[in-house]
C-alpha cells in the first residue's frame, strides 16, 4: 500500500510563493509519475500539474502554467509544487496523486491515478 502526506500548505496573501511536499512511502516512487490535484469548495477536484517519472516531462494546466513549478527528488521519494504569484482563486485543497504508469498521454484525468493524498488546505487572501 502507497501512502502519499501534502505539506506546506496554509494561509498566504496574493503574490506571495508557497511550495507543496508529497513524500510517498514505499521503493517504487521513482517507477511512476505524480501529479497535484485541487479541490475548492462547492467545485470538482481538478488537474494542476503532472511530472513523469524521472522529472523530463511535465505538464501544467492553464491557470497555473508559468506560476507553478513541478518537481521531484526520486531520492527523497518526494514531488513538490512550487507556486508563485499565488491568486484567491488558487485557494483550495491540494492532493498529490501516484499514477499507473511511468508516464502519460492523459495527464489531466484523474481515472489515470490510483493513489492520493489527504490533501492540504491552501487559503490565498486578496
Known amino acids: 500500500q502507497v501512502q502519499l502526506v501534502e505539506s506546506g500548505g496554509g494561509l498566504v496573501r496574493a503574490g506571495d510563493s508557497l511550495r507543496l511536499s508529497c513524500t510517498a512511502s514505499?521503493?517504487?516512487?521513482?517507477?511512476?509519475?505524480m501529479g497535484w490535484f485541487r479541490q475548492a469548495p462547492g467545485k470538482e477536484r481538478e488537474f494542476v500539474s503532472y511530472?513523469?517519472?524521472?522529472?523530463?516531462?511535465?505538464y501544467y494546466s492553464g491557470s497555473v502554467k508559468g506560476r507553478f513549478t513541478i518537481s521531484r527528488d526520486n531520492a527523497k521519494n518526494t514531488v513538490y509544487l512550487q507556486m508563485n504569484s499565488v491568486k484567491p482563486e488558487d485557494t483550495a485543497v491540494y492532493y498529490c496523486?501516484?499514477?499507473?504508469?511511468?508516464?502519460?498521454?492523459?495527464?489531466?484525468?484523474?481515472?489515470?491515478?490510483?493513489?492520493w493524498g489527504q490533501g492540504t488546505q491552501v487559503t490565498v487572501s486578496s
Open positions: 496523486a501516484r499514477s499507473n504508469a511511468a508516464s502519460l498521454v492523459m495527464p489531466s484525468s484523474r481515472r489515470n491515478y490510483d493513489y
Open positions: 514505499g521503493r517504487t516512487f521513482s517507477s511512476y509519475a
Open positions: 511530472i513523469n517519472r524521472n522529472g523530463g516531462s511535465t
